[in-house]
């Protein structure tokens, strides 16, 4: 069965076409940049899922098409808001896209459409509970239950990222102070070296950077770490410490067998995952005494959002 | 079918014999005082069980039983760490009780048994996606997703007392520092009331205690603001924001269309279930944007454990 998945993201869409078969090496693959405004977005979807059904047409029709968007989605496919698309909110995609071409297109939120896609082609594949959380500017997740992504009642469960883990800690821009996403994203660990810079306590990255410590980056701190500057190693430790926290907050509420991170952080990864696993070990309830989750890198990349929003037809 | 719920309690267990077609309504009832060691404990539930099936034998043989404990259990029903039950570890207390019964005994965890009362027999019933949340010394919970109980890799699901909510936040028996369960338990409030009472700001429970602050006690507060006292209802409203901040994270996390709370809260629900509403609100994420969840009081009182524990053996 041939189907579309198209990934919505704050700057530009992309597609793929994949045999279900086979849906890690999808069969075509193509971006347009995000529209503003819904019934844009709507016409680039559309003209997007037809040039690549028309580039895969010898494997045969296209059955159906999924999409995932960075917000919250109901059950039926309504967007109710999305905080990185401009001028789009209270949106029916799903009646709209099914309208205008025929077949089923559920549409899911991003972050679920990467956790059915790790779950059904990735690094879960075949795990009954597992969580994949993405760190990437903010943070996205999946929970996974008895082998399905969990939706919860309004289709918005898996946003842990605004976990309150600190209520006197920074402003989000979700209205809270102290979200797990305020530490343990890209956005986290940006704050945690231009604090560290201000500090003093991160002198050769400052250096490198030109010596003012509102210039300082994650990345900064990232590859000063990788070259083995001690400072770096400890900025990133706090990181990985954050990171552990939000984990160890799942666990002892979910208990996977597998947790999966994907997003910026796996580039990272040798650096930052040994910190995390530690950490997390000493941040579980009763780490000692229970077996903890693997915890491994997402397979399936940046196309992720799009081969799992080519699955949801097949989801539930 | 006649079954049998064994709750085993830090100093009592509480039997009951309960006809599945009408668990709500138990047969018959009996309690002991929890014995020391693990097999004083499997004597003393064969025993119980006995004087159960003796009293309800008119209605049938009792085919299965089941045991509710306050620990973490495994799926195989190994108790492996039990807090608050004397000189018990490592007990395979299914395996036990089935070899000395000759009927199947599961054995799950307190809160999952509260939890799985709720869903087949009280507040929770037909509902798919849940939380039950006892509020008492400490915090237990059991996860409801696609309408069974979540029990994990290990069996541990369900801890979210120790999902860490303020890492500066007072020392945890769990090794921790700020579980949420430090904040929104009976232990929770009466720090609370200790602190407002020592900075001055419950002077008349301070004085109705006999003038000590470290005299006051959760109660205390409870009282004076259920006739009224302002101070007594700024230090619960404190109480009931933390006890909203958890189940926000919750919520952020499963979307559930029901939280079922139960425990010595529920005796005082009229005084903090307004308050938790309202915090909730403004704490979970898109709190304008979603339907809330359902937050209704517990139905079965101190006889959800074992109840939850006579259908175990119906639980999957």
Same mark, same amino acid.
């Given at each position: ?15 793929? *076409? ?13 971006? &347009? ?39 919250? &989605? ?14 789009? +909110?209270?949106?029916? !995609?799903? +009646? ?27 690094? +879960? ?122 984990? *160890? ?31 997390? *070990?000493? !941040? ?21 959002? +799009? ?10």
């Amino acid at each position: 069965m041939i189907t579309i998945g198209l990934d919505v993201g704050g700057t530009k869409v992309l597609g793929v *076409a994949v045999d279900s078969a086979a849906p890690a090496s999808p069969l075509a693959e193509e971006r &347009v940049p995000t529209p503003d405004g819904g019934a844009g977005l709507v016409d680039a979807l559309v003209g997007l899922a037809d040039r690549l059904a028309a580039r895969c047409s010898e494997h045969g029709p296209v059955t159906a098409m999924g999409v995932g968007v960075p917000g919250l &989605v109901d059950r039926s496919g309504m967007l109710h808001l999305g905080p990185h698309l401009r001028h789009i +909110a209270d949106l029916p !995609l799903s +009646a709209a896209m099914t309208e205008r071409t025929g077949v089923p297109v559920p549409v899911d939120n991003d972050a679920n459409c990467h956790a059915l896609a790790e779950l059904r082609a990735g690094a +879960a594949q075949g795990v009954e509970e597992a969580l994949v959380v993405t760190l990437g500017t903010g943070i996205g997740a999946g929970v996974v239950t008895g082998g399905q992504v969990l939706h919860g009642m309004n289709g918005f469960a898996g946003e842990p990222g605004h976990m309150i883990v600190n209520p006197n800690g920074p402003p989000c821009p979700c209205g809270q102070r102290g979200c797990w996403e305020r530490f343990a994203s890209g956005t986290g660990l940006a704050r945690l070296a231009r604090e560290a810079a201000e500090a003093g306590r991160l002198e050769a990255v400052t250096a490198a950077s030109g010596g003012d410590p509102d210039m300082v980056r994650g990345e900064h701190v990232t590859s000063a770490a990788a070259v083995g500057d001690a400072e770096a190693k400890t900025v990133l430790d706090e990181f990985a410490w954050w990171i552990g926290l939000g984990l *160890a907050n799942l666990t002892n509420v979910l208990d996977p067998s597998t947790i999966v991170l994907g997003g910026g952080l796996v580039d990272a990864a040798d650096l930052v995952l040994p910190g995390v696993r530690r950490h997390f *070990a000493a !941040l579980v309830m009763a780490g000692t005494e229970r077996r903890l989750p693997e915890m491994v890198p997402a397979q399936l990349g940046e196309r992720a959002g +799009a081969i799992g929003a080519a699955l949801l037809v097949t989801a539930s």
